[in-house]
């Protein structure tokens, strides 16, 4: 069974600064990670996601994340946050299963506010 | 339609009645999940559909709790003698099976509050 774990419920970061948001996960098998963001009383976009093509994966809105398979983690980051990335950012995990079966399981989430 | 649609976007019950949620993915979307979204919680697993069968059931919270996918495409929850911790944000998604993970696609959900 796969599961992840988002350190930090709560983020907080000035405009400018540098985002870290945590994601560990626990897989038995080489897993696909997913960083999904959900704006106020949005549904869940994509952000990136790893499929085992390259470690460092960028996505949308400046974000990346990097896969460590040592440290099964797959941290987000961004170098300057902007106002607008207020927003709560969700990590997933899934595997591909015998038969093709999978299924997504996601982190606590992690509510990143951003100050002027 | 262009994205995963799901109805009503909002449903107030009293405690005790039934309630039907209903999904209809992205068209050629094979797999289809389901999650519940409580107020400061993350996203809780509750069942997952591949075509009109669901390999996991394990996230239902309790037997008042069933699903049923249809025709491989529209699925609906239904919640039975609804309680008041039922109260959440229900979020369907779809993805597209082409021999490896796609992402999902979610729905904006369907906030369900029980009085």
């Known amino acids: 069974a796969q599961s992840v774990t988002q350190l930090g419920s709560h983020v907080s970061v000035s405009e400018g600064a540098l985002v870290l948001l945590r994601c560990n996960y626990s897989?038995?098998?080489?897993?696909?990670l997913f960083w999904y963001v959900q704006y106020p009383n949005q549904g869940l976009q994509l952000l990136l996601k790893?499929?085992?093509?390259?470690?460092l994966v960028k996505g949308i809105n400046g974000f990346e994340a990097e896969f460590k398979k040592s440290e099964t983690s797959f941290h987000l980051t961004k170098p300057s946050a902007h106002m607008s990335d207020a927003a709560e950012y969700f990590c997933?995990?899934?595997?591909?299963?015998?038969?093709?079966?999978?299924?997504?399981?996601f982190g606590a989430g992690t509510r990143l506010a951003v100050h002027p | 339609g262009a994205g995963v649609s799901q109805s009503p976007s909002n449903k107030v019950t009293e405690k005790g009645k039934d309630v039907e949620l209903r999904c209809d993915p992205i068209?050629?979307?094979?797999?289809l999940y389901w999650y519940r979204q409580s107020l400061g919680q993350g996203l809780e697993f509750l069942i997952y559909?591949?075509?009109?069968?669901?390999?996991?059931k394990s996230g239902l919270p309790s037997d008042r709790f069933s699903a049923e996918r249809t025709g491989g495409s529209v699925s609906t929850l239904t919640i039975q003698r609804t309680q008041q911790e039922d109260s959440a944000v229900y979020l369907c998604?779809?993805?597209?099976?082409?021999?490896?993970?796609?992402?999902?696609?979610f729905g904006q959900g369907t906030r369900l509050t029980v009085v």
């Open positions: 790893y499929t085992s093509a390259a470690t």
């Open positions: 068209s050629g979307h094979t797999a």
């Open positions: 998604a779809s993805s597209y099976r082409t021999g490896g993970f796609t992402e999902a696609f």
């Open positions: 897989s038995s098998v080489p897993p696909y």
């Open positions: 559909f591949q075509g009109n069968s669901a390999p996991d």
């Open positions: 997933a995990v899934t595997t591909d299963g015998g038969g093709g079966y999978n299924k997504l399981i």
